[in-house]
């Protein structure tokens, strides 16, 4: 008998809780255009440091895999010459 009534106040109590919840939260003030150019300069800046810094963690883990499987060093950044002589347009 005590459990039952237990369980039912610990329902009780979560279900009081959840509905309390569903509290909305004010919508936030709308920002300036000048507040929104800065935003965005922000986040390109970002995003390009960013991305270089990703280059190099990635060219750091080529270079270390290369080293511990016993591999030559990344060839040079030229690219060679394509061959494709099987997409040749035949006449």
């Known amino acids: 008998m005590n459990k039952t009534r237990i369980t ?3 329902a009780a109590a979560l279900l009081l ?3 309390s919840v569903e509290a909305k939260l004010p ?3 709308p920002k300036s ?3 929104v150019a800065a935003a965005a300069e922000k986040a ?3 995003g390009a440091k960013d991305a270089a810094e990703l280059t190099a963690a ?3 883990a080529v270079a270390n895999y290369r080293k511990n499987k016993g591999l030559p060093p990344e060839p040079s950044a030229v690219p060679a010459k394509p ?4 997409m040749k347009k035949r006449r």
Do not use: C, F, S, Y
């Open 17 to 19: 809780g959840a509905l």
């Open 44 to 46: 390109k800046v970002t």
């Open 33 to 35: 255009p000048a507040e």
């Open 83 to 86: 061959v494709n002589t099987h």
């Open 8 to 10: 039912a106040a610990l």
């Open 27 to 29: 919508p936030a003030p």
């Open 58 to 60: 990635m060219d750091r």
